[in-house]
């Protein structure tokens, strides 16, 4: 168990809008940037969102995130058939100079 | 383009050792921090290690502590991970990643495909 909680699933029909949660303490998130990772089936995971919500270059504005507290969302628009994957969100334990990911959430679009 | 390619998995016995390298091209290694995670079949991402960019700093992840060993050859643009006295839970395709910047606080921008390790008797 994973000290960022995320729900295992998450779902939406094309067009509608999902928002992915992640939980975290005042030892990870609270203190820290909020990161999250794309993984599509069979491939790598990609950088989605930095620094809480950041978009690096050739993610589309349908992605976004936030961060509020000890926890932080993600949010995609106008779902697509593609944006079916895993997705994760990761932060710093200053304290530990150690990262976490949370346990990830499996999107399906219906 | 930002290339890391990940080599040295297979099966491996527990109890006996393995090394796993990263190639990294396209960009100036020797600049950037790096990392290694990994993910257990149908399972999440782990974090496991990080190595700054001058190979100074190192931080590991509890699970690994002490068995698993970070290291960087910035002459041969190449990132390792020495595994030793692999247990059956270590089975995972283990990623070879890179930092936004060389110091371990910056968070992880470009993955490399993978590489499967199995430890099986």
């Known amino acids: 168990q994973s000290v960022l909680i995320q729900p295992p699933s998450a779902s939406g029909t094309p067009g509608q809008r999902v928002t992915i949660s992640c939980s975290g303490s005042s030892s990870y998130i609270g203190t820290d940037y909020v990161y999250w990772y794309q993984q599509l089936p069979g491939a790598a995971p990609k950088l989605l969102i930095y620094r809480n919500d950041q978009r690096p270059s050739g993610v589309p504005d349908r992605f976004s995130g936030s961060k509020s507290g000890t926890s932080a969302s993600l949010a995609i628009s106008g779902l697509r058939s593609e944006d079916e994957a895993d997705y994760y969100c990761?932060?710093?334990?200053?304290?530990?100079?150690?990262?976490?990911f949370g346990g990830g959430t499996k999107l399906t679009v219906l | 383009q930002v290339q890391l390619v990940e080599s040295g998995g297979g099966v491996v016995q527990p109890g006996s050792s393995l090394r796993l390298a990263c190639a990294g091209s396209g960009f100036s290694f020797r600049n950037f921090a790096m990392y290694w995670v990994r993910q257990a079949p149908g399972k999440g991402l782990e974090w496991l290690a990080v190595?700054?960019?001058?190979?100074?700093?190192?931080y590991y992840a509890d699970s690994v502590t002490g068995r698993f060993f970070i290291s960087r050859d910035n002459s041969k643009n190449t990132l390792y991970l020495q595994m030793s006295s692999p247990r059956l839970e270590d089975t995972a395709v283990y990623y070879c990643?890179?930092?936004?910047?060389?110091?371990?606080?910056?968070?992880?921008?470009?993955w490399g495909q993978g590489t499967l390790v199995t430890v099986s008797s």
């Open positions: 990761a932060t710093r334990d200053d304290s530990l100079s150690s990262w976490v």
């Open positions: 190595i700054s960019s001058d190979g100074n700093n190192i």
């Open positions: 990643a890179r930092a936004l910047g060389g110091s371990t606080e910056n968070f992880i921008v470009y």
